[in-house]
């Protein structure tokens, strides 16, 4: 007998069958009578769960945006206030393991958010998202200027904002190269990360 606990609910097999259905034909695309056909109700039934199809994408990408926020909010925590993170490997370490860990848990919606998501209520979440880690890295450079006045923190807003875009290209071409392995993947955001981290040590003469 198969214990109660391990049954989907209908909210979850509702949820799964939306994940494939709108990483198949993205937000426009996606039709609610396909996945109300795949969990085997009727598409009236899918609204006791969610308010619309625009909710219950949120509902699909809701795991992607919490550990993408939680990441980028803790960029500016006591551990990362430090010169360290130019040089110590294990700074470096973690930053790159953040990264990947999103691609390895969420790659497939990763990619419905950044290029699939016209039309949503989440459709200008890739440009969200930018101005969202250029405003935490301005933050960081203040805080860092306050820990250690020697550093030359007087970078430009918009060279900011473009490394904070370069940052969203590298995870979006990862999301769109399907054929990329685990090991080409981690190599790239380790070179990503060894790269930006020095060229900052650089620009602000730590």
């Known amino acids: 007998m198969v214990e109660q ?44 769960y969610y308010e619309s199809k625009d909710d219950l994408f949120r509902a699909v990408l809701q795991p992607l945006l919490s550990d993408i926020d939680r990441m980028l909010y803790h960029h500016n925590d006591e551990e990362f206030l430090t010169l360290s993170v130019f040089t110590d490997e294990s700074y470096q370490d973690k930053m790159m393991e953040d990264s990947l860990t999103i691609v390895r848990k969420h790659r497939d919606i990763l990619h419905l958010a950044l290029f699939q998501s016209g039309g949503s209520s989440l459709e200008n979440y890739r440009n969200d998202l930018i101005r969202r880690q250029a405003q935490i890295g301005e933050e960081y450079l203040r805080l860092m200027k306050q820990r250690f006045p020697n550093l030359r923190v007087d970078v430009s807003p918009f060279f900011v904002h473009v490394q904070s875009a370069w940052w969203v290209t590298i995870m979006g071409e990862i999301a769109f190269h399907q054929d990329l392995t685990d090991e080409e993947i981690t190599r790239s955001l380790q070179e990503f990360t060894l790269y930006g981290t020095g060229g900052w040590k650089a620009l602000l003469n730590a």
Do not use: C, D, H
């Open 5 to 48: 606990n391990t049954i989907p609910t209908i909210r979850e097999s509702i949820l799964k069958a939306a994940r494939t259905e709108f990483t198949r034909a993205g937000y426009k695309g996606a039709s609610l009578r396909k996945i109300a056909q795949e969990v085997g109700i009727v598409v009236s039934n899918i609204y006791n």
